[in-house]
């Protein structure tokens, strides 16, 4: 009886045993599949921080550049600053989504991404996907400058080029804060960085300061473009006044077009009918309202005004009723002279 009683106790062990040696079996698989991942995302980490270490390392040695500040270090100090701010800008894509950093998204492996053996996405690719996948907000003039320090570089790297010592310091001193920016806000490692920054880089921050300190007076005499276009884009500063009609930098000596000036606008509307040089361009004040200005003067287009083309001598006028015929005034006049 005692025998039977332990026959039947042990039925019941089996499906114990077996089902405790499946569910061992499975949590091997798991236990395996977990480091598997484990280990893909401690890669992903891994080259996440070597994009931002390679990006603070090519920052430090423009900054080292910047420290020496003796002619030709300034075009080592744009080359290397450069480079780190197209890093920067692939880590931002990189803390977004891996792919990201592929130029061809659709061929992005995590092998080619360990071993190095791809071809990444260019600065103009990366500047773009920032803004439109990773929503990162730059201003408008913060991307003209991040895209001449790029041209600059290239410049550099590529062909012949005049170095114009001003112009790089006031660029640079831009760059420089973008850097900083998207390192805060979007990859929350640059609060110590900056700290750095403002204690290494106090004697140039200085030097652009009392530069402008000094302009400040000639400015204020000047004539000066309508606000948003007395920042120069060569340099960054807001120096730029109206000199025999046309644009000047007091801070690095560039002297833009007004058409520069114009079509760095939401678009140029032609030539300016109230001055002789000016031109207008189409400045968005946001997403609901925009005017046309000139670059120079000032003056406002209202209503139905525009520039037409003639389309008998092929020159721009002034349609101020907004009703023209195209038909610019001469034209016109002598057209009924031969009626």
């Known amino acids: 009886m005692a025998h039977e009683n332990h026959r039947d106790l042990d039925k019941p062990e089996k499906p114990r045993r077996v089902q405790m040696q499946q569910n061992s079996t499975t949590h091997s698989v798991n236990t395996d599949g977990a480091k598997a991942q484990n280990s893909t995302e401690e890669q992903d980490s891994r080259h996440a921080r070597n994009l931002l270490q390679n990006a603070e390392s090519f920052f430090q040695e423009s900054v080292s550049y910047i420290e020496r ?24 894509l990189q803390s977004e989504h891996w792919t990201l950093v592929f130029e061809e998204i659709s061929v992005a492996s995590k092998q080619s991404l360990q071993t190095g053996h791809f071809r990444s996405v260019t600065f103009q690719e990366a500047l773009r996907r920032t803004q439109q ?41 831009r760059g420089l804060n973008i850097f900083t920016h998207l390192m805060t806000t979007r990859l929350r490692r640059g609060r110590d960085l900056a700290f750095e920054l403002s204690s290494r880089l106090a004697e140039f921050e200085r030097y652009v300061t009392e530069r402008m300190r000094r302009l400040a007076p000639r400015i204020a005499k000047s004539r000066r473009p309508p606000a948003y276009f007395r920042e120069c884009d060569k340099c960054g500063q807001g120096a730029l006044i109206v000199q025999n009609g046309l ?9 833009p077009t007004p058409e520069e000036l114009a079509i760095g606008t939401e678009g140029d509307f032609g030539p300016c009918p109230n001055c002789e040089h000016g031109r207008l361009g189409f400045v968005l004040w946001n997403n609901d309202e925009g005017e046309v ?5 000032g003056f406002r ?32 006049e002598a057209k009924l002279g031969d009626d």
Do not use: M
Not at 141 to 158: F, G, P, S, T
Not at 247 to 255: H, I
Not at 304 to 310: G, K, T
């Open 69 to 92: 500040g003796e002619g030709r270090d300034w075009v080592f100090a744009v080359v290397n600053l450069a480079i780190a701010l197209e890093l920067t800008l692939k880590a931002v």
């Open 133 to 173: 996948i990773c929503d990162v907000k730059f201003d408008a003039k913060d991307l003209r400058y991040l895209e001449q320090l790029n041209d600059l570089r290239n410049q550099v790297l590529h062909f012949e080029f005049d170095l114009h010592i001003e112009q790089v310091k006031g660029l640079v001193a």
């Open 301 to 332: 287009s209202d209503g139905p005004a525009r520039n037409r083309v003639c389309d008998y001598c092929g020159d721009d006028f002034w349609d101020a009723s907004g009703d023209s015929l195209n038909t610019c005034r001469d034209c016109l």
């Open 247 to 255: 644009p000047l930098c007091l801070y690095c000596g560039s002297e």
């Open 293 to 297: 200005l000139c670059v120079v003067c």
